[in-house]
């Protein structure tokens, strides 16, 4: 497990690389996002639903992206936001486009659309992560789903405890709420304390 | 010469602290904060020469820390240093009175250039 350390070294480099995401996003809706401390933290693997979404019960339906990215480090970016927002993010992205499609009608824009912000944030993020640790990431295609459950099975992936880092995308003016997960697997854990020593070590 | 450096992580303030040249750290007495609420209480009572200031924290966050803080002291210099690189965040720093505001992880060159302006 991860010792207070070298929790709190990943905590600020993360803080640091979601920072140059959010930023991406932010300046291209000429808006502002509330940054929040990211929350870290290990769980075994059938745990990660509940870790991620929430009680089952009551859980609305929500658009959940998931893309794989590999290299030194591998590991899966999870984007969800609620219906509602992602609505609002819609609107948004057409106000910024010039052209407006009614949204109920058009759920494959807002798909894309909403691939599309998952993709600029997890890759600016985990870019920016492996830049700090002096690694290379390269990333899959994204894949979005609705629904109120995450479909992968972690377990047949060979996962046995998983490391959430979870932060949170918000614009509070346009009621945009969306968050974001970075799991990591089993065998991630020895060398991400590994780079992360090696860092500390470095810049203190 | 008195340096405050607030941030929420020992990591954050380590940087900084490296990253002040050894002349200057030695000559000065250095002082740190994990949090906003604690940034305005530090400042009160050392009224420090030049602060460091991070944006994204528990408890109260540096917007509102800079905000309380120039308000008592209108003079108070203070660099934000920062993840939060949005182009709005910049400006509002800015307007809060912040007099420069530093991307996450700070150079050491600029820190030593920062503490000469004040030397």
Redesign the interface.
Known sequence: MLDN?IK??L??LI??????A??AI??LFD???Q???PGIQVVPVEEVEHAVLGKNDHRPDLYITTQMFKGTFKGEILFVIDKQSAYNMQNLICLLEKVCIDQEENDTEKRQSILEIANILGASCIGKLAELLGSVVSFLPPNIELDNRLLMDREKAGYSKVLIISTLLEFEDEQITGHLFILFDDEIFVWLEKSLYAF?EE?? | MKILIVDDTKLSRAMILKRIPDNVKNSSKIFQGTNGREAVELYKEIKPDITFLDLTMPEMDGFTALEIIRAHDPDALVYVVTADIQAKARDRVLELGAKGIERKPIDEGRIAQILDTIR
Not at chain 1, 15 to 20: M, V
């Open positions: 350390e709190e070294a905590e600020e803080n640091i690389s979601y920072g140059s959010t930023a932010a300046d808006s502002f996002a940054l929040k401390v500390i810049n203190t």
